[in-house]
């Protein structure tokens, strides 16, 4: 089977634009937006979910890391698990992703739109919606460089406003704070609110403050120096994300002290800040308006090349899927097709009221994913290269049974959702190979280029 035509991808991007990408997609004001939720189901410990779920993630991103180490591929975990465990479940595992990618700007772009209609009520949700659809696929039509110039605003943008909140947090907490030292203890084990059963709960909630960081890893062909920088940005990223995430919402917690109920659940961040000074509840707002916005360009970005890796294999139809543009050296047909799909998405999940079930179907591919890629870890590095350490044993089978055991908490719709669409990919799967008796996908990478 023959590579898809066109030229190879351009090494553009350094570590710092990896890491900005990296924070960007995730969001560095990501526990802002399921802040009430985090607080209701974990009976008030916020911090403590934020920081459990950090070490969670941490697991998975290390072995996201090494992988990107032995195969500098924009194919990420759909090339990991093909290549180490079996090509049929890289295929699966890519299918998985591409619905946990395509979901996530869709998701942004409903969240977007809704937000700017309180400013201007009069556009209605469709127009807004394609403003948000034109503005992500524009940005990601200009090249890599374009999109890594945009997240650098971006991250300097949402450094300001958080660097303001918690000034204004701490003059806000000197001046109100009693109880002593249980009064800032609390936000981590409050003990007559204690409950490990909601905390837990909580927690898987509070996983989705770091999804999107295995993104890095589908920019492996446009990075200089993939086999270290990957790894130390994904990991970087995860680690900054965490330690952020968890000042945020302990600030927050602080202002808002644990048990007093918040006028409203999807806004309750912006409460909390709007205590500290009123303008801040609208600067919030707008803030994560244009975090949502960041994060649906940036996924956009790494739905197209997960794309691309499927369609150069072989996965997906080579032709349309392993195009890319002669001039700004992103494949272009993919940028376009995810767009479109996010956008009819974004309609279909307004009229069905379906957030909520949009975010879980994204948690059922991303697990899937970071399931596949921790037993690709322990396959290459454990069982082929044969270095028996407690690290290579213990890390990625850890990671893999948090995954797995978030993944069986989802809701039953989700599964069936996700189960449906999983249903349709190994039916193109088995149509493509004539009922799996030839070669499903072609693993064999490009040379490495400098």
């Given at each position: 089977m023959d590579h898809a035509p066109g030229p190879p991808l351009k090494r553009a991007l350094k570590?710092?634009?990896?890491?900005?990408?990296g924070i960007v997609v995730i969001q560095p004001v990501a526990p802002m937006s399921s802040y009430g939720v985090l607080y209701t189901r974990g009976r008030g410990h916020v911090v403590t979910t934020i920081l459990v779920a950090m070490v969670a993630m941490l697991l998975t991103a290390i072995s996201y890391g090494r992988m990107a180490r032995v195969y500098p591929s924009a194919g990420s975990a759909f090339t990991y698990v093909g290549k180490e465990i079996h090509p049929a479940l890289g295929y699966i595992t890519g299918w998985s992703m591409v619905m946990d990618y395509i979901l996530n700007p869709m998701i942004c772009i409903v969240w977007c739109s809704?937000?700017?209609?309180?400013?201007?009520?009069?556009?209605?949700?469709?127009?807004?919606?394609?403003?948000?659809?034109?503005?992500?696929?524009?940005?990601?039509?200009?090249?890599?460089?374009?999109?890594?110039?945009?997240?650098?605003?971006?991250?300097a943008g949402m450094g300001v406003v958080i660097i303001v909140f918690l000034a204004l947090s701490a003059r806000y907490v000197i001046g109100h704070a009693t109880g002593g030292a249980d009064y800032f203890l609390r936000p981590f084990y409050d003990r007559p609110r204690w409950q490990l059963g909601s905390v837990l709960n909580a927690t898987s909630v509070a996983v989705l403050t770091y999804i999107g960081f295995d993104g890095i890893s589908t920019l492996s062909e446009e990075v200089e120096n993939p086999r270290r920088n990957i790894l130390l940005a994904t990991v970087f990223t995860c680690?900054?994300?965490?330690?952020?995430?968890?000042?945020?919402?302990?600030?927050?917690?602080?202002?808002?002290?644990?048990?007093?109920?918040?006028?409203?659940?999807?806004?309750?961040?912006?409460?909390?800040?709007?205590?500290?000074a009123p303008w801040m509840f609208v600067v919030i707002v707008v803030t994560l308006l244009v975090a949502n916005g960041g994060s649906g360009t940036g996924a956009q970005l790494g739905a197209a090349r997960l794309l691309y890796g499927m369609g150069r294999s072989g996965a997906l139809p080579p032709r349309f899927f392993g195009f890319v543009d002669p001039v700004r050296r992103v494949p272009r047909n993919n940028v376009w097709l995810v767009g479109a799909i996010a956008l009819v998405g974004a309609f279909v999940l307004e009229m069905s009221g379906g957030y909520d079930l949009g975010a879980q179907l994204l948690n059922f591919g991303a697990l899937i994913a970071f399931m596949g890629v921790n037993l690709a870890t322990f396959v290459h590095h454990f069982i082929r290269q044969r270095s028996h350490t407690i690290g290579n044993f213990l890390t990625p089978l850890a990671g893999f049974a948090i995954c797995l055991l978030l993944w069986l908490s989802l809701g039953t719709t989700a599964k069936i959702v996700g189960g449906a669409w999983m249903a349709v990919g190994i039916a193109f799967g088995a149509w493509k190979t004539r009922g799996f008796r030839g070669e499903l996908v072609n693993f064999d990478l490009p040379p490495d280029d400098a």
């Open positions: 570590l710092s634009d990896l890491i900005l990408y809704k937000g700017a209609m309180e400013f201007v009520p009069e556009a209605p949700y469709v127009v807004w919606a394609i403003a948000f659809f034109a503005l992500f696929t524009w940005l990601n039509l200009r090249g890599v460089k374009a999109s890594a110039r945009f997240n650098t605003v971006l991250a680690l900054f994300i965490g330690i952020l995430a968890a000042i945020e919402v302990y600030a927050a917690q602080l202002i808002w002290p644990t048990g007093e109920a918040y006028p409203s659940e999807e806004t309750a961040f912006a409460h909390a800040a709007g205590r500290t």
